[in-house]
Each structure stands twice: as C-alpha cells, then as structure tokens.
C-alpha cells in the first residue's frame, strides 16, 4: 500500500533530495523505494520508470537555477551583473550537487517541455550579455564559453580537482574576471568571423 501523501511531485522531490546527498547516479527506483517507504513497483503510481524520474530531477534543476540567476541578476547589467550570476551557478551547484549533475545534458529535440525549462538559464545569460553589447549573432558563442568555464571549476572543486593551497574563491573571481574583460571586448558581427576588430 503507497505511503500517505506521496504524489508525483512529493515522489520527485524526495529523488532530487536523493540525488543531492547522494549524487545523481545513486538514483534508482529501489533507493528512492527505500527512502519513500514503499515497494519499489509502487513508484509506477507516480513516475513512468527511472528515466523519467531523472527528467524530473533535471527538469526541477533546471526551474530552479532559473529563479536563482534571475534573481541574482535583477537590478544589475554588465559587469556587476555577470559577477552576480556567476556567483549564484556556483552557489547552486554546491548546495545542489545532484540536481546541478542532472540538469547537464541537453534535453531531447522532441521534448518540448524540456526545452522551454531549460530555455530559462539561457536567456538570463543572454540578458547579461547583452549589457556587454554581445549582440545575438553572438550570443550562442559566449554563453557556451562562459559555461563550459563556470562548469569546469565547479565541476572540478566539487570532485577534488583543485589540490594546491591557494584560495579556490580568488581562483573562482579571477575566472569571471577574466570574462568580464572578454566580454567588454567580444568581436561582433563580420569582424568575429575575418578576424578583423
């Protein structure tokens, strides 16, 4: 019989919870069985499968880094701004390890619900960019550098990468510095693709 008061969305927050203290790939049916206090099969009431249950992990991962950059953005444009978002990745992905870990893959081209939430981090990097003058020609190009840079550190400070003594939070604003300067520069239009400023 299913534990009182277990509905899909309690289902998916007790495996985001899961996955958060865990890591992302400890989620199964049987462990979130387990920590729901039911039998595995009875999980189907609520999630089609472990597949979709990741989706809804990463679905609420991504609805959240949303509002945490969006807030962290609001009131702020260019530099400040970039500073501040930047910071709150960070933030997010340590307090949230495992729902940060889900929400990493693109989401497929057919679904759309996916796509629309995942949209949301997007376009609050674009909204930073455009402070800089990266104009939408560009901006694909500059949210994928800044990504792949903000998710490297924290990937690697999140998994013991980083072993030297010096200060990890100076190493980390030294980073969004430098891409504060290379925004303030980022080549626009025929000069990004002649090579000409």
């Known amino acids: 019989m299913p534990r009182a008061g ?83 990745y960070r933030r997010y992905a340590r307090a949230h390890p495992g729902r940060y870990a889900a929400l990493q893959h693109a989401p497929r ?10 949209a949301g981090p997007v376009s609050v990097l674009a909204a930073v960019l455009r402070g800089f003058g990266v104009g939408d020609d560009q901006s694909v190009h500059a949210i994928r550098a ?21 200060d990890l939070d100076e190493s980390y604003r030294l980073l969004v510095e430098g891409f504060v300067r290379a925004f303030e520069g980022w080549p626009t239009g025929a000069a990004s693709r002649t090579g000409h400023t």
């Open 109 to 118: 081209a057919d679904d759309e619900e996916a796509r629309r939430v995942a």
């Open 6 to 88: 277990l509905t899909s969305r309690v289902v998916a927050e007790e495996a985001a919870r899961l996955c958060d203290e865990e890591g992302f790939d400890a989620l199964t049916l049987a462990s979130l069985a387990k920590r729901v206090g039911v039998a595995a099969p009875s999980l189907y009431k609520h999630v089609d499968g472990l597949a979709a249950l990741r989706r809804e992990v990463a679905l609420m991962g991504m609805a959240e880094l949303n509002e945490v950059l969006r807030g962290a953005a609001v009131g702020l444009a260019g530099a400040p701004a970039l500073r501040a978002v930047a910071d709150a």
């Open 146 to 166: 800044l990504r792949s840079a903000l998710h490297g550190f924290v990937h690697l400070e999140a998994n013991g990468g980083f072993a030297l003594p010096e």
